[in-house]
């Protein structure tokens, strides 16, 4: 049977037992350097260079002291709010790495680190999270779509530009983030049916860091995995090791390659896990124990890109030196930024939101328009 837009479902028998061969998952998460830095060969993923290694790592370190400032900013009541990404690190920069310049990322509100690796000023992603804006970036200019919070509904969106670039013949990746717990949401389901029939360039990237916020995964699905809901719709699923750099650089490039090359949208499931509490308004203890936490922290993907790197003497004191320096820099930008007071207009709640703003909205505008004039005069 043919499916319009190109794309083929066979309903021969020998036909589907060799896709299903070809969609399912890897049996483990798929891993180039273990936890304690060593390389681990892998026949389909060859390892990314040391010159892309070294980069990357260089981006972990600025990722987890972004993770660290925008912590203690929150604490000194700089910033709203903050999911960190903190032991997510290598989720982050990969997903931004595997990326050109005419490709787009769907970033979650836990997603700041990908973003500012896209190379968006940090201090632009972080008005969201301080309460400023609703994105403090242009969109357009780094190919980055707004860090959503509705779950999910950013994947329906990335389908729709993917869409539209294949329509328009042009050579755009997109790549949508989502967590556990968005793989619950209708609109992951939508999106992932919609790619596939419509066999759009989309990589869907699942960060597995095993809670939603006081929800384990257990509680989430019983699928095998989360890369095994892939087949159902009729695209590849693969498991990554979500700590492990290396293996997320060449699966995520390998995914983003093959949706290029028009092989259509797959999913990449990350194992990794969320360090510390689901943002600084939840109390993590009240649901899970601290030992399950530090299960993780020999895991960390920083240590073992750094054992590795060290290992292969790609990385000595003075590279070391250099990337915390540059890590610092970002740091000092952030607390100097957002420690500056500002000015905020209250009437910017009303504008960008709609080209032509609902008469509601007009109305409630004037409404604060006159407390206002009143509160000033
Ligand atoms: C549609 C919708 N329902 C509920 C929420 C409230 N909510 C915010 S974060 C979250 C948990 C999401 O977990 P997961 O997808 O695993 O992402 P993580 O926070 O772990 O990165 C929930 C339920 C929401 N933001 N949007
Ligand atoms: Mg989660």
């Known amino acids: 049977m043919t499916i319009s837009m190109g794309n083929t479902r ?55 002291r972004i993770n660290d400032q925008a912590n203690a900013l929150v604490r000194q009541g700089r910033m709203a709010v903050y999911p960190s990404s903190h032991g997510q690190e290598a989720c982050q920069v990969a997903a931004a790495a595997v990326l050109g310049g005419q490709d787009w990322l769907f970033p979650t509100y836990r997603d700041s ?9 940090p201090l632009q992603v972080l008005t969201l999270l301080r309460g400023d804006w609703h994105a403090g970036y242009n969109p357009y200019e780094h190919k980055v779509a707004p860090q959503a919070t509705p779950l999910a509904t950013q994947l329906l969106h990335a389908v729709g530009v993917a869409h539209a ?23 992951f389901h ?9 066999h759009v360039p989309v990589v869907f990237f699942v960060q597995n860091n095993e809670y939603a916020i006081s929800v384990p995964l257990k509680n989430q699905t019983v699928a ?22 290396a293996a997320l650089l060449a699966v ?14 797959a999913l990449v499931e990350a194992h990794t ?11 993590a203890t009240r649901y899970r124990a601290q030992e399950d936490v530090e299960k993780w922290v020999p895991r960390d993907p920083l240590l073992r890109m ?8 790609l990385l000595d004191d003075a590279a070391e030196e250099r990337i915390a320096a540059d890590a610092e820099a970002v740091a000092a930008r952030m607390r100097e930024g957002l420690n500056a007071e500002t000015e905020l207009d209250p009437m910017d709640l009303f504008r960008y939101v709609y080209t032509q703003p609902t008469p509601q909205l007009r109305e409630q505008a004037e409404m604060l328009r006159g407390e206002l004039s009143r509160t000033e005069a």
């Open 273 to 283: 896990y969320r360090m510390q509490a689901h943002t600084n308004a939840d109390d």
């Open 306 to 313: 750094r054992t590795y790197l060290r290992g292969l003497s």
């Open 165 to 187: 670039a294949k329509l328009k013949g042009e050579d755009t990746v997109v790549l949508a983030m989502c967590g556990d717990g968005a793989t619950s949401e209708g609109d």
């Open 113 to 121: 680190v990908a973003v500012v690796s896209r190379g968006v000023d």
């Open 224 to 245: 095998p995995s989360l890369a095994h809901k892939a087949i159902g719709y009729g695209m590849p699923g693969e498991r990554v090791d979500g700590n492990d750099l």
């Open 10 to 64: 066979s309903q021969d028998g020998a036909e589907t037992a060799d896709l299903t061969a070809t969609m399912l998952p890897s049996a483990e998460p798929v891993q180039l350097v273990d936890a304690d830095g060593a390389h681990r060969h892998d026949d389909r993923y060859p390892l990314p260079d040391g010159e892309a290694l070294l980069e990357a790592y260089a981006r972990l370190v600025t990722g987890r």
């Open 190 to 198: 939508e999106a992932l049916n919609f790619a596939a029939v419509f």
């Open 252 to 265: 995520l490039g390998t995914a983003v390659a093959r949706a290029r090359e028009g092989g259509g949208p």
